[in-house]
């Protein structure tokens, strides 16, 4: 695609008028215009603060899982599925944000959004009250399903409501939102687990879900003349089933480890060729072959996630095994990278006129992955715990600085009726990304030996540095360097 085809943004407007779409390209002046707001004034307020509430309540839950997995394997004799109890929710979310994309596209965000929600609640009760792994990793299946489906409907809404010179704010305020959760969540879960139980982890996140779910809907309603879908974009029963496949392939991989030498490697490999070729139609063109642009831009999001989230589950799993920190300590690890995302997405959001997509992402890979190495020394030689706390946090503000430009640049670029599909896609590589990163940590660590960290590690630090050799690529053809 190229820059003729993006979307309208929405023109400002007066505090005591709606803000409608379709006044002015991207980026055009027009005389007497009023400045561009920030996301929290008044047009935009309380739309701004319902859909940072969501991203809030993913985020603690997101930070409070990873930190308690250990605990919960422990308890229900679930060890050899803990890879796996990650890897579910993440194949399971590319089912949910085909579906979700697909149908935004028809009938805008709102029956999409409300109905993840609710399933997203059913999740958490079923992993809350689970009394056997098998059990438990269903709630996750059923929560991946919903919990990604959420993220679809609120990109589309960025792109139909507030106005390009905006958007990189606003995902920079989904980065703000995981401040607190990062500082407080993995921590607070631990004392949780400790001190009631790790059910409650689960349970006690759903009285926050309803009232931030219902905060949402007001504004939503109010703006709903903005994110009206299509009706002619039709049912895509093909990818739907497509993306099933993708899903099923990436849990093969995860399964895999389970079987013996040589055929652990023979499925693992066939599992991966499978994913990759079902996922084609899940994806913008040009994908796969990495095509400059758009196509590039999905894909990269797809290796750094593998390379972030493939290491930041392991890594209090290192802490509590190997430091035997308690889970409440391990879960600290995670609180630096969490403000430096969010700190780092803030400053990006600030220099939108002074460095580019492009250099955004390249700078944010090569940072990732001299951190990820870092990890991986410490992990080798056992160093103390303080280096891989602090090469974390760098970790994260890399993620923070070009994780944003992802969203910005496939927006950008997207037609007002494939914002949902491209939004899938991109929200989809992420999932699919950390997922086979997920499963080929596992595959390694029950080749070389459990325990082995510095196996897994040695993996992400691997997709990182394929991500630096292809951040350029993000460029799309015939760009600037200011693009």
């Known amino acids: 695609m190229t820059e003729s085809s993006a979307p309208t943004p929405a023109p400002t407007s007066t505090d005591d008028e709606p803000v409608t779409a379709g006044a002015a390209p991207a980026g055009a002046a027009t005389a007497g215009a009023a400045p561009v707001r920030g996301p929290l004034s008044k047009p935009y307020r309380w739309l701004s603060i319902g859909m940072f509430s969501l991203i809030f309540l993913a985020a603690f839950e997101a930070m409070a899982v990873t930190t308690i997995m250990p605990l919960v394997a422990r308890q229900l004799d679930g060890e050899s599925l803990f890879a796996l109890a990650f890897a579910v929710p993440l194949a399971a979310g590319i089912i949910g944000m085909v579906i979700a994309g697909n149908w935004t596209d028809r009938s805008g965000p709102l029956p999409s959004l409300l109905t993840s929600a609710a399933l997203f609640v059913v999740g958490l009760v079923i992993a809350g009250t689970a009394v056997n792994m098998e059990v438990f990793i269903v709630g996750r299946f059923v929560h991946g399903l919903s919990g990604a489906a959420v993220v679809v409907p609120l990109y589309v809404i960025v792109g139909r409501v507030y106005p390009e010179a905006l958007r990189a704010r606003v995902f920079a305020g989904f980065a703000a939102a995981w401040v607190i959760p ?202 103390p715990p303080a280096i891989a706390f602090v090469a974390w946090t760098f970790a994260g503000g890399a993620m923070g600085f070009m994780y944003p430009r992802f969203s910005v640049a496939v927006l950008a670029l997207s037609p007002v009726s494939a914002q949902g599909f491209n939004s899938a896609a991109l929200t989809i590589s992420e999932s699919l990304g950390a997922a086979i990163a997920l499963a080929i940590t596992a595959l390694v660590s029950s080749a070389v030996g459990a325990g082995m960290f510095a196996a897994d590690f040695a993996v992400t630090v691997v997709i990182a540095f394929v991500g630096v050799l292809l951040a350029r690529r993000v460029r799309p053809i015939g760009g600037s360097r200011s693009s």
């Open 182 to 383: 990062s500082i407080v969540g993995p921590a607070l879960a631990g004392l949780v687990a400790e001190a009631i139980s790790w059910h409650w982890v689960f349970l006690g996140v759903i009285v926050l879900v309803v009232p931030a779910a219902a905060m949402m809907l007001p504004p939503v309603l109010r703006v709903r003349d903005q994110v009206q879908g299509d009706p002619s974009v039709p049912w895509s029963v093909s990818r739907v089933g497509w993306s099933v496949v993708v899903a099923g392939a990436a849990l093969a991989v995860s399964l895999s480890k389970e079987l013996g030498d040589p055929w652990r490697w023979v499925v693992a490999v066939a599992a991966i060729a499978l994913a990759a070729f079902a996922a084609r139609p899940l994806l913008p063109p040009g994908a796969l072959r990495m095509a400059r642009g758009m196509p590039a831009t999905v894909m990269l999001k797809l290796i750094v996630a593998g390379a972030f989230f493939g290491t930041e589950i392991y890594l209090p799993y290192l802490f509590i095994e190997r430091y035997e920190f308690s889970p409440s300590l391990a879960g600290a690890v995670l609180t630096g990278a969490g403000v430096t995302w969010a700190a780092a997405s803030w400053l990006q959001g600030r220099l939108t006129d002074r460095v580019s997509n492009t250099q955004a992402v390249v700078l944010g890979t090569i940072t990732l992955t001299v951190a990820l190495v870092v990890v991986l020394v410490v992990a080798i030689f056992t160093l």
